[in-house]
């Protein structure tokens, strides 16, 4: 069983998040396990204070080192003999990918630190942090929203979780790192526009070509930059089709700036 700890100022922003859909039934089931800790309850003072002015002069409160440090010592501890990897959730980490979740998902545990006003005390991260992460390339007003997503991202690519291991097989950003095929459903037509004709007829070759098709069109139209980078994975077929999408590309263009 997967551990998950968090360390947050807000453990309440957590509560509906975890305790709904996947992430219930993937708690109920016992194949995870998801701890949320109060930063406040492993510091010092009876006011529970857990940040203070930064040394410098300038805006905003920064985290004490005291009550994080000893948060995270104490989680690790009663976690043994499982091994944490410790992660600080900022603006300026590492940004967060479905690789690294597909990374965390072999873990056996990991804790999520949450920052908030200015950040952690620069120690915090020099002395106890194994990873740091961003989810984006913004800046939101604490870590926990990002802690949310790496956990769901994670958790549904534990076996077992989903329904079907099948479908986070072929997700967008998974295996080669193609985006995602359009999926359809019940009923077959809906304001004029219908299923397409391949995906009712049954044959299985036929619809992987189609879904094939569709993602590397997609993603060509989306993230050319993916493309570029699994080149040396595509087949020639695969080469063929891309090539005649940039030409329909080029001459939609050329139309429409006439």
């Known amino acids: 069983m997967m551990k998950i700890e968090v360390l947050t100022l807000f453990p309440e922003m957590f509560t509906g ?3 709904s859909s996947i992430l219930k039934r993937a708690q109920d089931k016992g194949l995870v396990e998801i ?3 109060d930063i406040r309850d492993y510091t010092f003072d009876k006011h ?4 203070d002015a930064p040394y410098g002069g300038g805006p905003g409160m920064v985290m004490k080192v005291e009550p994080i440090s000893r948060a995270i010592e104490t989680v690790t501890e009663e976690n043994l003999p499982t091994p944490l990897t410790r992660v600080y959730l900022t603006p300026d980490g590492e940004p967060w990918n479905q690789k690294l979740a597909e990374e965390f998902a072999q873990l056996p545990g990991f804790l999520l630190l949450c920052g908030h006003y200015e950040g952690v005390d620069q120690r915090v991260r020099d002395l106890f942090i194994d990873r740091e992460i961003s989810i984006g390339d913004y800046v939101l007003t604490g870590g926990e929203l990002p802690a949310m997503v790496i956990i769901d991202s994670v958790v549904r690519l534990i076996p077992g979780v989903l329904g079907n291991d099948e479908s986070s097989r072929q997700d967008s950003f998974s295996g080669e790192g193609l985006l995602d095929y359009p999926h359809y459903t019940r009923p077959q037509e ?8 391949v995906l009712l007829s049954g044959h299985h ?3 992987q070509e189609w879904r094939r098709r569709e993602a590397l069109k997609k993603t060509l139209y989306r993230r050319p930059d993916i493309l570029a980078r699994i080149a040396s994975m595509l087949t020639p ?3 063929e089709f891309l090539e005649q999408c940039r030409h ?3 001459r939609r263009e ?3 700036s006439r």
Request: hydrophobic share 40%; charged share 40%.
């Open 254 to 256: 050329s139309e429409n």
């Open 17 to 19: 998040v975890l305790n």
């Open 205 to 207: 070759k036929m619809i």
């Open 35 to 37: 701890k949320v800790r």
């Open 190 to 197: 809906f304001r004029g526009l219908s299923v397409p004709e």
């Open 237 to 239: 077929a695969d080469k």
């Open 48 to 51: 529970r204070v857990a940040d």
């Open 248 to 250: 329909e590309m080029e």
